[in-house]
């Protein structure tokens, strides 16, 4: 192996070699690793991943060694240091020295440093981050830069070298946003969108993609496990293994039971922040009013606490006993809601919190009025920043903007709270700094004036497609990076890994904001992303897709129908049933908009059939074309479904015929049919493909991770449920499309029956949709998982067979 470097410098002396590191042993190398004697594990994390780096490029093995204290000579040869001078010995000796004035990065901080140096024969790479955290931002981008390697959620990308170039380096790395991070929330259904499906191999895959992307914070908003196990021991037990959890509501996202032992999943979490830990990422821990429907209270603590207070004005939100917030207005109430949240830092945190979190008492309204309603909120925060500051007094609080686009506050009411909070303590969380019809950071009059970080919210758990307008995203993601206030960009939607396009942008732009703009984004996405024979034509068909996707954006009701996907939920929504002249003018709108998208998808469809053959065993390549297929499929079949309700309004009222309704039921079937095709091409898609999935986990510090029996029964509730139905194969195949056929039946013997009767909902759908759902309860999800035919040939039918609907749907409308 050749490397290449300006000169040598030379020292002679030996190193100490930690006994038993795997790292040293049969190493086919001439590189030799240095791992800094002091500082925090990521130093050595940072280390041990260059060597496996190394190894994955070269084939060959380097040694690491770990140094001295006083060691401050390097052995011959060609040597990468890890760390700056502060951690380092021979980095200090060679600033003392003279040979290097210094490294020019601030310590303590995300910035680090490359830099390739030689004197007498001996060759240096120095990596130093100013802290631990960020010398392995910086271990991967050297292997970005210098050997080609891309890191993606799904898969690096590592091309296989001889040589890898060590001379001549020097880069100097600093981010523009301060804080950078990822939540990931608490639905299930698909092991691919929903990190409660994951164990401890997935989790340390994800945070390792996270070191990659150089982010620094995320938060597992996954439920709190074993949190009230843990805190009040002696009042509540953990819930059966072997039945669903006792607090569990029927066919809902509310059944939590516990897919393995909870006391599993606490040993999970644990160990899961522990090794985020160990490479310095950030995780808040939440505070104040914490009980929601994933954390909620369980019903054995009111049982042995018959006379704890809860509030007794909600009169909107969540329902259910153990979604209650405690009564606000008593001491032991904050008492109780403190005990969490230190059981959390013990427990799971190390004691050692660097940032706390709170999304006050979201998503309800109190009180007789909304004045009431106001000062409720505003008075919880204020406890909750003191109780905070009687035990952290210095640690940033961050401040979830969630219920602030709802739920009865006003802009002048957030912006009073905002007036209320130290600005050098507390930051606004705007994770809707992107929601379709509110510039939230500007609203609330903080723009300019008080730290936020600015943030992308972009999906419900329903929305799993490829979605974002950047008309909306772009010009407002440039005005937070000109905004000193805006210290933090943050991605938080309810589902994980659904958008690959718009990770990617998010986690380039998060760094430094200079792609913002579409056209260089994507070229940016292809070049990293697809092979070098590829990218251009995949570059040309992402940016005529691009129109498609951006047809769907999120918001709340009211301000769009598509958002709320009602073709997954025909029987219970009111989107196409809902005949209104306001529903009406709304579905056209949509209507209007999604059209105008779609007319690229053919043309799509048709250049990604042509390379199905050449590309299909890219496992990268695959997924973005099955993503873009279900994307443009879903848009259609919305398309289809409101040109099917403008025409049966306008049979109502003479202007339509039956054969025009008849059309564009089939179509509009045939399109739902071609959606359960695309999905049956990949396990991402498949229910039973996930449950298999949970089998998979090992055993944690003695708990064994076994599978409770209800699991499926709960997994089919948290995904059939209407708030979280999305693109899961058996819920395709097997609910939406048995409830399409019934409500085309339906309409087309109401137009024969020739009634002019004003329209209501009639009884049947609700039969009927009950007929259908005990089915599929019923059915287990073995004899409903996709047939396997995954093939090239296949998938190149299903993308020709979907340009040929959708080109029928573009001639008829």
Same mark, same amino acid.
């Given at each position: 192996?050749?490397?290449?470097?300006?000169?040598?410098?030379?020292?002679?002396?030996?190193?100490?070699?930690?006994?038993?590191?795997?790292?040293?042993?049969?190493?086919?190398?001439?590189?030799?690793?240095?791992?800094?004697?002091?500082?925090?594990?990521?130093?050595?994390?940072?280390?041990?991943?260059?060597?496996?780096?190394?190894?994955?490029?070269?084939?060959?093995?380097?040694?690491?060694?770990?140094?001295?204290?006083?060691?401050?000579?390097?052995?011959?040869?060609?040597?990468?240091?890890?760390?700056?001078?502060?951690?380092?010995?021979?980095?200090?000796?060679?600033?003392?020295?003279?040979?290097?004035?210094?490294?020019?990065?601030?310590?303590?901080?995300?910035?680090?440093?490359?830099?390739?140096?030689?004197?007498?024969?001996?060759?240096?790479?120095?990596?130093?981050?100013?802290?631990?955290?960020?010398?392995?931002?910086?271990?991967?981008?050297?292997?970005?830069?210098?050997?080609?390697?891309?890191?993606?959620?799904?898969?690096?990308?590592?091309?296989?070298?001889?040589?890898?170039?060590?001379?001549? +380096? =020097?880069? *100097?790395? /600093?981010?523009? $946003?301060?804080?950078?991070?990822? &939540?990931?929330?608490?639905?299930?259904?698909?092991? @691919?969108?929903?990190?409660?499906?994951?164990?401890?191999?997935?989790?340390?895959?994800? +945070? =390792?993609? *996270?070191? /990659?992307?150089? $982010?620094?914070?995320?938060?597992? &908003?996954?439920?709190?496990?074993?949190?009230?196990? @843990?805190?009040?021991?002696?009042?509540?037990?953990?819930?059966?293994?072997?039945?669903?959890?006792?607090?569990?509501?029927?066919?809902?996202?509310?059944?939590?039971?516990?897919?393995?032992?909870?006391?599993?999943?606490?040993?999970?979490?644990?160990?899961?922040?522990?090794?985020?830990?160990?490479?310095?990422?950030?995780?808040?821990?939440?505070?104040?009013?914490?009980?929601?429907?994933?954390?909620?209270?369980?019903?054995?603590?009111?049982?042995?606490?018959?006379?704890?207070?809860?509030?007794?004005?909600?009169?909107?939100?969540?329902?259910?006993?153990?979604?209650?917030?405690?009564?606000?207005?008593?001491?032991?109430?904050?008492?109780?809601?403190?005990?969490?949240?230190?059981?959390?830092?013990?427990?799971?945190?190390?004691?050692?919190?660097?940032?706390?979190?709170?999304?006050?008492?979201?998503?309800?309204?109190?009180?007789?009025?909304?004045?009431?309603?106001?000062?409720?909120?505003?008075?919880?925060?204020?406890?909750?920043?003191?109780?905070?500051?009687?035990?952290?007094?210095?640690?940033?609080?961050?401040?979830?903007?969630?219920?602030?686009?709802?739920?009865?506050?006003?802009?002048?009411?957030?912006?009073?709270?905002?007036?209320?909070?130290?600005?050098?303590?507390?930051?606004?969380?705007?994770?809707?700094?992107?929601?379709?019809?509110?510039?939230?950071?500007?609203?609330?009059?903080?723009?300019?004036?008080?730290?936020?970080?600015?943030?992308?919210?972009?999906?419900?758990?329903?929305?799993?497609?490829?979605?974002?307008?950047?008309?909306?995203?772009?010009?407002?993601?440039?005005?937070?990076?000109?905004?000193?206030?805006?210290?933090?960009?943050?991605?938080?939607?309810?589902?994980?890994?659904?958008?690959?396009?718009?990770?990617?942008?998010?986690?380039?732009?998060?760094?430094?904001?200079?792609?913002?703009?579409?056209?260089?984004?994507?070229?940016?996405?292809?070049?990293?992303?697809?092979?070098?024979?590829?990218?251009?034509?995949?570059?040309?068909?992402?940016?005529?897709?691009?129109?498609?996707?951006?047809?769907?954006?999120?918001?709340?009701?009211?301000?769009?129908?598509?958002?709320?996907?009602?073709?997954?939920?025909?029987?219970?929504?009111?989107?196409?049933?809902?005949?209104?002249?306001?529903?009406?003018?709304?579905?056209?709108?949509?209507?209007?908009?999604?059209?105008?998208?779609?007319?690229?998808?053919?043309?799509?469809?048709?250049?990604?059939?042509?390379?199905?053959?050449?590309?299909?065993?890219?496992?990268?390549?695959?997924?973005?074309?099955?993503?873009?297929?279900?994307?443009?499929?879903?848009?259609?079949?919305?398309?289809?479904?409101?040109?099917?309700?403008?025409?049966?309004?306008?049979?109502?009222?003479?202007?339509?015929?039956?054969?025009?309704?008849?059309?564009?039921?089939?179509?509009?079937?045939?399109?739902?049919?071609?959606?359960?095709?695309?999905?049956?091409?990949?396990?991402?898609?498949?229910?039973?493909?996930?449950?298999?999935?949970?089998?998979?986990?090992?055993?944690?510090?003695?708990?064994?991770?076994?599978?409770?029996?209800?699991?499926?029964?709960?997994?089919?509730?948290?995904?059939?449920?209407?708030?979280?139905?999305?693109?899961?194969?058996?819920?395709?195949?097997?609910?939406?499309?048995?409830?399409?056929?019934?409500?085309?039946?339906?309409?087309?013997?109401?137009?024969?029956?020739?009634?002019?009767?004003?329209?209501?909902?009639?009884?049947?759908?609700?039969?009927?949709?009950?007929?259908?759902?005990?089915?599929?309860?019923?059915?287990?999800?073995?004899?409903?998982?996709?047939?396997?035919?995954?093939?090239?040939?296949?998938?190149?039918?299903?993308?020709?067979?979907?340009?040929?609907?959708?080109?029928?749907?573009?001639?008829?409308?």
């Amino acid at each position: 192996m050749k490397i290449v470097f300006l000169s040598a410098l030379f020292f002679s002396l030996t190193m100490h070699i930690a006994s038993g590191n795997p790292y040293t042993e049969n190493q086919s190398s001439s590189l030799k690793i240095c791992i800094p004697p002091t500082g925090e594990k990521a130093y050595e994390i940072a280390g041990q991943t260059f060597a496996d780096m190394w190894e994955k490029v070269t084939g060959e093995k380097p040694a690491v060694y770990y140094m001295k204290p006083d060691q401050r000579e390097l052995p011959e040869g060609e040597v990468i240091l890890i760390g700056s001078d502060a951690v380092n010995p021979v980095v200090h000796e060679l600033i003392r020295e003279g040979t290097l004035e210094g490294l020019n990065i601030q310590y303590g901080g995300d910035n680090y440093r490359i830099l390739s140096l030689s004197k007498n024969r001996n060759n240096y790479l120095i990596l130093a981050g100013g802290s631990g955290r960020s010398t392995i931002y910086a271990v991967y981008d050297f292997f970005r830069k210098q050997a080609g390697a891309e890191y993606f959620w799904d898969g690096d990308i590592i091309p296989a070298r001889q040589q890898i170039q060590l001379s001549g +380096i =020097d880069v *100097l790395e /600093k981010p523009h $946003f301060e804080y950078r991070g990822i &939540r990931y929330f608490a639905h299930r259904g698909l092991h @691919r969108f929903q990190a409660e499906h994951w164990d401890l191999e997935d989790w340390k895959k994800e +945070i =390792d993609w *996270l070191m /990659k992307k150089r $982010f620094n914070l995320f938060m597992m &908003r996954t439920g709190i496990d074993d949190l009230f196990q @843990r805190a009040f021991p002696e009042d509540v037990p953990y819930p059966p293994v072997d039945a669903q959890d006792p607090d569990a509501e029927q066919r809902s996202y509310n059944d939590r039971t516990s897919f393995w032992p909870l006391k599993y999943r606490g040993e999970l979490r644990k160990q899961v922040l522990q090794y985020a830990r160990d490479r310095g990422l950030l995780h808040p821990e939440d505070i104040g009013t914490i009980t929601h429907w994933y954390s909620h209270t369980p019903s054995s603590f009111y049982k042995n606490n018959p006379d704890f207070p809860v509030i007794t004005n909600q009169r909107s939100g969540y329902s259910l006993p153990t979604h209650a917030i405690w009564d606000i207005e008593a001491q032991e109430t904050w008492d109780a809601y403190w005990k969490l949240t230190e059981t959390h830092i013990r427990e799971f945190g190390a004691n050692s919190p660097r940032m706390f979190h709170t999304i006050g008492m979201a998503e309800r309204v109190f009180g007789k009025s909304d004045r009431e309603n106001l000062q409720s909120k505003l008075y919880v925060y204020r406890k909750t920043q003191q109780k905070l500051r009687e035990h952290y007094p210095d640690q940033p609080l961050l401040i979830g903007s969630w219920d602030f686009i709802g739920w009865k506050w006003t802009d002048e009411g957030v912006q009073q709270l905002m007036s209320e909070f130290d600005p050098t303590r507390t930051i606004l969380l705007d994770y809707t700094s992107d929601k379709d019809d509110k510039v939230t950071y500007r609203d609330w009059d903080v723009h300019n004036k008080f730290p936020w970080f600015f943030g992308i919210f972009h999906s419900l758990a329903k929305n799993s497609d490829i979605h974002e307008d950047y008309s909306i995203l772009t010009p407002r993601l440039k005005e937070a990076a000109a905004d000193p206030k805006c210290i933090g960009f943050i991605t938080w939607p309810e589902i994980s890994h659904s958008d690959t396009y718009l990770l990617e942008y998010f986690a380039d732009n998060s760094w430094q904001p200079d792609k913002t703009e579409i056209e260089p984004a994507t070229k940016h996405f292809c070049e990293k992303r697809y092979r070098e024979e590829t990218e251009k034509e995949m570059e040309q068909i992402w940016d005529e897709f691009l129109n498609v996707s951006q047809t769907l954006h999120w918001g709340l009701p009211g301000s769009t129908i598509l958002f709320w996907e009602p073709q997954f939920r025909i029987l219970s929504s009111d989107g196409f049933i809902n005949h209104t002249p306001e529903n009406i003018e709304n579905l056209n709108e949509d209507l209007k908009r999604v059209m105008t998208g779609l007319t690229n998808a053919p043309e799509v469809l048709k250049k990604l059939s042509l390379l199905t053959a050449e590309n299909y065993d890219n496992t990268l390549w695959r997924r973005d074309v099955l993503d873009m297929a279900r994307t443009i499929a879903s848009r259609a079949i919305f398309a289809s479904l409101a040109q099917g309700t403008m025409q049966v309004t306008a049979s109502e009222n003479m202007k339509s015929s039956e054969k025009e309704i008849k059309r564009i039921s089939k179509l509009n079937q045939q399109l739902m049919a071609s959606l359960s095709n695309i999905l049956a091409m990949s396990d991402d898609f498949s229910m039973y493909a996930s449950l298999q999935r949970l089998e998979k986990a090992e055993q944690l510090n003695g708990i064994p991770p076994i599978l409770n029996p209800h699991s499926e029964q709960a997994l089919k509730g948290n995904a059939e449920n209407n708030y979280c139905r999305s693109h899961h194969y058996e819920l395709v195949e097997y609910v939406y499309r048995p409830e399409l056929e019934f409500y085309w039946d339906w309409f087309l013997k109401r137009i024969k029956s020739d009634t002019a009767s004003e329209w209501e909902r009639p009884a049947e759908f609700k039969e009927q949709e009950k007929l259908i759902e005990d089915k599929f309860y019923a059915t287990p999800l073995s004899e409903m998982a996709p047939a396997e035919s995954r093939t090239a040939e296949n998938l190149t039918k299903i993308l020709n067979h979907l340009e040929e609907l959708v080109n029928e749907l573009l001639e008829e409308i």
